[in-house]
């Protein structure tokens, strides 16, 4: 197999290979204009982040798009790769816990194949790049075993026999080349040239034993060991799938309009087929077909359905397993097991994973959930949204990371489901929080409920999150109509998973912007609008003496949240807002002050002007963020205010009087939004710790509030870094565990190329990430048994009582507000 010469020339025919022609070389530049998504998917995995000391820190990968490129099953069954940034991670077919990563790589990972088991490596694994590096790797060690360096991106892999792996080198929809590497040994690797197999559009490959095919557009081209040239099969529509049939009696493709086509005999003989063959036509999906795969005798197909479809190729029998939450977009099957099981794992556009043991009867997959991040619709596709829907979405963005009291982070990134963060910044195993509300796999992203805020309670044991949407339709006629709002209430059960308590349906006219949990009653919640009022949540007995309700565990609902009390501050939209330490003064942000609330009635005690503790009359302050702790030995109030410049401002909530201020606009370049988020201190008496950012822009930095030797509120810069370039942050939060610690500057960075990174800008950190590294998990070490949220919250004292005394008393406002 494969023993064809190594002198095989590319045919001079026009149809057997593309004209040296410089827009179709194989050196070529790439064309210009690409798609957004093709730029997103092929762009160089730089992540050398440069500190302010002139450290260069490459930060872990935790997190980000794993549905670009299909994964790979190990030989043994018993891992799956899947390519996320610059490595492949590896995961638990059994646990979905990750056992390790094939990297790092200079390049983004665009391709992972997994060769037959040998005597010296149970799972060899082959792991190709954008920047053109190919590498070996033993799967269970997860260490480099042999590499190689070609000059162009690695788009798709093949490893059909033992000795010879087929690397296709190019980009989707440019020229590509197939390249032939032999395999003497694992270590002992080196290239073969190339084969007489090229495209000009290239799409799918495929290769099985001595078969390799490859989509040119609208052509099927076919190689086979010993010819001297492919053959090219035309089609009416461009191709977009493609599997060969593993007994190589016929080649499957799919194509834009969902018609799947199957080309029975062209592996037949040898030189041009001279024979006028017509495929096979069989027409179910309505949309391209995304994914094929063979699973033994059957044919596997997906796409835009959000539905699997099985298709025998013996009696034309199909069955169907329908209703995933998403698009199909890759499917990948594994070797058979020990016990003659093969597993089928299908990429979903949400950037989950779904796994299934079988695929008879009835099939409940199991799912690996990735970070929540935009579909592919949602990143800009050309003549994808409207202005006016790239203006709404920009309008709602919220922050991405959430921390938790007590350590662990809680992430929306898009909004369709909540994921957790232990205290090490590592994902913790466990099914997330789903959010998923109606719409088909395939609705427009502007028409599904989103997430807009959340937020956890002391304990962790309470969430009350905010969905809305805006109706496009409606907004054309009626603005006021269009837009709609649900508030859910979730409580946790003994498994640790969350299930919806109490719902209510449209409690704002207009867009909620703040969602707070009180510090100290775990069950009391607080709600504020743009359209000018607040209003305080809580559990409270169901009124009758027998409750006829039923929670969506199958319990009996004996309580429900409720509207305490409501109110406003003369009708001006509230933007922002946090409760004070002690839980018992809230600060609602308007434009030009920030007014500060009592907890229990809801009435005004105080008004903070930001107009006069700026002294600039003319300019309209809006505080668009606001922050409390304890800090210093005080109560202290951070405000991110815009105004003529951006800047945080600090105040004293015993004296309600501004003490420190810090300028943005002269600390971080750039245009976008700054935000602000805070590690509370260990102590009362220990400093304050600041993490100020530019919305979309490359620098972040950490600032300390501190009292200096005559005893005032100062800020002092602590570190500063610079992302690379193309890369903006897009959210920041501290681990707090180690935020603790005075040398702690341990944090988590959502980026705008949708990857969440691991960075310590501590001197220590590169010993830390060396500990880390060294951590290898087992496997077949056994889960804990308690649910997803155990560990945010073990050990966690329980929340304040009602009945303590106060810590802050402000005096109450007698004249009218």
Not at 181 to 199: I, N
Not at 752 to 762: G, P, R
Request: charged share 20%; hydrophobic share 40%.
């Amino acid at each position: 197999l494969f023993e064809s010469s190594r002198a095989i020339a590319m045919a001079a025919s026009p149809r057997a290979a593309p004209a040296a022609s410089p827009r179709f070389a194989p050196g070529a530049s790439p064309r210009r204009g690409k798609a957004p998504d093709k730029e997103r998917r092929f762009q160089h995995a730089d992540n050398a982040v440069r500190l302010s000391d002139g450290r260069i820190l490459r930060p872990p990968l935790l997190g980000g798009i794993f549905a670009d490129f299909p994964p790979a099953f190990a030989a043994s069954s018993s891992r799956l790769f899947a390519p996320l940034g610059n490595a492949a991670i590896g995961m638990s077919v059994k646990t979905g816990r990750r056992l390790g990563s094939l990297g790092p790589h200079r390049g983004k990972v665009t391709a992972v194949r997994a060769g037959r088991s040998r005597t010296d490596c149970a799972d060899p694994m082959v792991v190709g790049s954008s920047f053109g590096e190919l590498s070996l790797w033993d799967g269970k060690g997860c260490h480099r075993l042999a590499s190689l360096e070609f000059g162009t991106a690695v788009l798709s892999i093949a490893w059909p026999v033992a000795e010879t792996i087929l690397v296709v080198l190019g980009s989707p929809g440019e020229t590509a080349t197939v390249e032939r590497v032999e395999v003497p040994s694992l270590e002992g690797v080196r290239k073969a040239g190339r084969v007489p197999l090229s495209a000009r559009v290239a799409g799918a490959f495929d290769a099985i034993e001595n078969v390799a095919a490859l989509v040119d557009g609208k052509e099927l081209c076919v190689w086979v060991d010993g010819w001297e040239n492919c053959r090219r099969y035309s089609h009416s529509h461009a191709l977009t799938a493609l599997s060969i049939d593993p007994l190589l009696r016929y080649v499957a493709t799919g194509d834009v309009r969902g018609v799947v086509w199957t080309w029975w005999g062209i592996l037949d003989g040898a030189g041009e087929d001279r024979v006028s063959r017509v495929p096979s036509r069989w027409h179910w999906h309505a949309n391209a077909v995304r994914a094929l795969a063979h699973s033994g005798p059957v044919l596997l197909s997906g796409g835009q359905e959000g539905t699997l479809c099985i298709r025998s190729a013996e009696d034309e029998s199909v069955h169907f397993v329908p209703r995933f939450p998403a698009c199909l977009r890759h499917i990948t099957v594994s070797e058979s097991g020990p016990s003659g099981q093969r597993f089928t794992c299908l990429s979903l556009e949400d950037n989950s994973l779904a796994m299934l043991g079988a695929l008879h009867g009835w099939v409940t997959p199991d799912y690996i959930y990735a970070l929540d991040v935009p579909l592919s619709g949602e990143f800009g596709r050309a003549g994808g949204a409207t202005k006016k829907q790239k203006k709404r979405k920009a309008q709602q963005s919220r922050p991405v990371l959430h921390n938790l009291a007590g350590g662990g982070l809680a992430v929306t990134a898009s909004g369709r489901r909540v994921q957790f963060f232990d205290v090490t910044g590592q994902p913790m195993p466990g099914k997330p929080v789903r959010l998923h509300r109606g719409g088909s796999a395939n609705s427009d992203p502007m028409r599904r409920w989103g997430l807009r805020e959340l937020a956890f309670s002391a304990n962790a044991l309470c969430l009350m999150t905010c969905e809305s949407r805006v109706s496009p339709e409606l907004e054309e006629f009626d603005k006021e109509s269009a837009f709609s709002c649900v508030l859910k209430w979730w409580r946790r059960d003994e498994k640790g998973s969350y299930f919806v308590d109490s719902i209510s349906n449209n409690p704002h006219t207009a867009d909620v912007t703040v969602a707070l949990s009180n510090p100290v009653q775990e069950s009391m919640f607080l709600t504020a609008s743009l359209d000018g009022t607040y209003k305080l949540w809580d559990s409270l007995p169901i009124s009758g003496a027998v409750s006829t309700g039923e929670s969506e565990n199958g319990t009996a609902a004996t309580s429900c949240w409720q509207c305490l009390a409501s109110g406003s501050w003369r009708r001006q939209p509230i933007v922002s807002g946090c409760f004070c330490a002690d839980g018992s003064v809230f600060a609602a942000g308007v434009a030009g002050h920030i007014v500060l609330f009592e907890a229990e009635s809801g009435v005004p005690v105080h008004i903070c002007s930001l107009i006069q503790a700026s002294g600039d009359l003319d300019v309209m302050h809006m505080p668009h963020q606001l922050c409390s702790a304890l800090a210093c030995n005080s109560f202290v109030l951070l405000a991110c205010v815009k105004g003529k410049s951006e800047e945080i401002v600090c105040f004293d909530l015993h004296s309600c009087e501004a003490v420190a201020r810090l300028d943005l606009g002269a600390a971080l370049r750039g245009t976008g939004s700054c935000s602000m988020r805070c590690a509370l201190p260990i102590s009362v008496a220990g400093s304050l710790q600041l993490l100020v950012f530019r919305h979309a822009e490359a620098d972040c930095m950490v600032w300390r509030l501190q009292r200096d030797k005559e005893g005032d509120l100062i800020f002092k810069e602590e570190a500063s870094a610079a992302l690379p370039s193309r890369r903006g942050v897009l959210d920041a939060a501290f681990v707090q565990e180690e935020s603790l610690r005075d040398d702690g500057c341990h944090m988590l960075c959502w980026t705008n190329s949708c990857e969440l990174w691991d960075m310590d800008l501590s001197a220590k950190a590169g010993e830390k990430a060396e500990q880390r590294a060294d951590a290898e998990l087992n496997e077949e070490e056994a889960t804990p048994g308690r649910g997803s949220l155990g560990g945010l919250i073990a050990g966690r004292s329980s929340a304040v009582t009602a009945g303590q005394r106060k810590l802050l008393n402000l005096p109450l406002r007698t004249t009218a507000a």
